[in-house]
């Protein structure tokens, strides 16, 4: 890898926080907002709040169990299924995409090829899960999803890919 995809990484950062800084964005931004004071979860007295104010409250644990309690999933499936929300899906359709160059999806290319990934994957949808089990070791796959999951297990495709967004 030359530099990694740590500049997508941060353009994207950019280019996402340019985008929410829109009117657009600055619409749906209130339209979530909604969502989350109908979810109970907004402010000071919110939900939320009121979970890590428990004695030993780990963070992600309990923004977890109060999401699925109040159901916000939904609210916000339903928020970005709103009237407001097709502008500002475009705006960061576009900017996600023009934070990659043509260098960039190369260098992500040649990373999954070198992997060997859609030759495995090819065979995984074909269902030929014998013939993904002689080349990469192991029991033959039941399932597609689990061709696909021991194919990136093995290929170590998830560190792989870390280590492309992470270069320094």
């Not at 004071?37 to 104010?53: N, P, S």
């Not at 260098?103 to 495995?120: C, F, V």
Request: charged share 35%; aromatic share 6%; proline share 4%.
């Amino acid at each position: 890898m030359t530099g990694g995809l740590k500049d997508v990484k941060e353009r994207l950062k950019e280019y996402m926080r340019e985008a929410w800084a829109t009117r657009e964005g600055a619409v749906m931004s209130t339209v979530l907002e909604g969502a989350a004071k109908e979810a109970g979860i907004a402010g000071e007295e919110g939900k939320y709040a009121a979970a890590m104010r428990k004695p030993g409250a780990v963070p992600a644990e309990e923004y977890g169990k109060v999401a699925r309690d109040v159901g916000l999933r939904e609210k916000y499936a339903s928020a970005w299924e709103s009237p407001e929300a097709p502008d500002l899906k475009a705006t960061l359709r576009e900017r996600a995409l023009g934070s990659w160059t043509i260098s960039d999806r190369e260098e992500l290319e040649a990373l999954i090829k070198r992997l060997d990934i859609p030759r495995l994957y090819k065979l995984c949808m074909q269902g030929k899960f014998d013939e993904v089990a002689a080349i990469i070791g192991g029991p033959a796959p039941r399932t597609g999803q689990e061709c696909f999951a021991r194919v990136a297990e093995v290929k170590k495709l998830g560190e792989e890919m870390r280590a492309a967004w992470e270069v320094e």
